[in-house]
């Protein structure tokens, strides 16, 4: 009985849908900016890709590799602003996060990445996940706040002269022309 009892419950939930094997981990890993690359480089979709590479945040970490950042760093008591956890908070994704959190294909180098905004993607990656808005969110897609952008952008970050969200987010930002038509 309890074997028949068992088969039942688990043929409901995988004809329902509700095992879905593999789909989601116990916790979501950065996955990088090279697998959100594959969908999002695309002119007519938006280029989301060749935005976030335009901007600042994509040169997060390369800008601590600056004679500047090292002037900057000095003052702080920070010999190397690129092994600093002081600096990496904010220009690199994830930082103190334990490498359990990453998958193969994140690049520290990359500075600040989609997932910085967009919460770790393994998710919500697969294609199929994305074209639905609903599911994205159930999957872990984070829509940004000014909150979340006072992370970094705040007085406590060394080079801090203001932040307006609003303007900010103009500049950076990075909609799909199609999904706006719907």
Same mark, same amino acid.
């Given at each position: 009985m309890? &074997?028949?009892? @068992?088969l039942a419950t688990f043929t409901s939930f995988f004809i329902c849908g509700l095992y879905m094997p593999? /789909?989601?981990n116990a916790e979501p890993k950065y996955v990088g900016v090279s697998q959100c690359k594959k969908c999002h480089?695309?002119? +007519? +979709?938006?280029? /989301?890709f060749g935005k976030w590479e335009k +901007? &600042?945040? *994509?040169?997060?970490?390369?800008?601590l590799g600056t004679e500047e950042a090292k002037k900057q760093g000095k003052k702080l008591g920070v010999d190397d602003p690129q092994k600093s956890p002081?600096?990496?908070k904010c220009h690199v994704t994830g930082y103190g996060e334990p490498e359990t959190k990453f998958e193969? *294909? @994140?690049k520290v180098e990359d500075g600040v990445q989609c997932e910085s905004c967009h919460g770790a993607g393994s998710d919500y990656k697969k294609k199929e996940i994305m074209k639905d808005n609903d599911k994205s969110i159930a999957a872990g897609l984070i829509k940004?706040? +000014?909150k979340a952008c006072k992370t970094c952008h705040n007085k406590d970050a060394p080079t @801090?002269? *203001?932040f307006d969200f609003e303007k900010a987010m103009k500049k950076i930002e990075h909609k799909n022309p199609k999904k706006e038509k719907k």
């Open positions: 309890k &074997k028949l009892l @068992f593999n /789909q989601v480089k695309k002119e +007519e +979709e938006g280029n /989301q +901007e &600042k945040h *994509s040169k997060a970490y390369e800008t002081k600096c990496l193969k *294909s @994140f940004p706040d +000014e @801090f002269k *203001s």
